[in-house]
């Protein structure tokens, strides 16, 4: 696709349920991030992936959340045991290569709600 | 850890006018500075960017300055239009692998 392509666009679970939420990179970008934004907040950096490996995983705010990109394409984050507070939209973006001469691309998000 | 502070949160101005757009950072290492815009149920999209070796960029009625001693940035819009009505986003980064954002600012523009 042209784009960074996030599924699904919407997704409400119940409290202390699993989910995941996935996203689909550009074509050939081998970085890839995941970035969380609460109502009216800017976005908070989660992970950033160079290929297949978590480059940086600094932001994951606790171990109920996990990603992964086995094959250095697609990637899935994972939440256990959702908590209210989990409800933000869940963004994913994609760069050629990472580092300081490359636009980083966003999906649209995953709107993640936990009633 | 790197903090961005951003200002104002709203700003409302008449078509045709300039917008202003300010923010500060923490981190004296950071040297990559991104601006993106996101509007309604959409993702950010970068619309300008500076680094720290340079002191001005611009793209035609956007451009964004940088003030690596005082460690502000701000984004310029001239000739304001309706499409500019978006949430602005400033960004800090070293080398862009995580960037920290501030916390956006509401544009109105009034036809």
């Known amino acids: 696709g042209a784009g960074v392509s996030q599924t699904p666009s919407n997704k409400v679970t119940e409290k202390g349920k699993y989910v995941e939420l996935r996203c689909d990179p550009i074509s050939g970008h081998t970085a890839l991030y995941w970035y969380r934004q609460s109502l009216g907040q800017g976005p908070e950096f989660l992970i950033y992936f160079q290929g297949t490996g978590a480059a940086d995983d600094s932001g994951l705010p606790n171990d109920r959340f996990f990603a992964v990109r086995p094959e250095g394409s697609v990637s899935t984050l994972k939440i256990q045991r959702t908590e209210r507070g989990d409800s933000a939209v869940y963004l994913c973006a994609s760069s050629l290569m990472g580092g300081t001469n490359t636009e980083a691309f966003f999906g649209q998000g995953t709107r993640l709600t936990v009633v | 850890g790197e903090n961005v502070e951003q200002h104002p949160s709203t700003l409302s101005v008449q078509e045709g006018d300039s917008a202003v757009i300010k923010c500060t950072y923490s981190?004296?290492?950071?040297?990559?500075f991104p601006w993106y815009k996101q509007e309604l149920g959409k993702g950010p999209q970068l619309i300008i960017d500076?680094?720290?070796?340079?002191g001005e960029k611009k793209d035609q009625r956007i451009a964004v300055t940088l003030n690596k001693t005082a460690k502000h940035f701000s984004l310029h819009i001239t000739e304001t239009q309706p499409e500019d009505s978006a949430v602005y986003f400033c960004?800090?980064?070293?080398?862009?692998?995580?960037?920290?954002f501030g916390t956006g600012t509401r544009l109105q523009v009034f036809p």
């Open positions: 981190d004296s290492a950071s040297n990559y």
């Open positions: 500076i680094r720290s070796n340079v």
């Open positions: 960004a800090a980064s070293y080398n862009t692998d995580k960037l920290i």
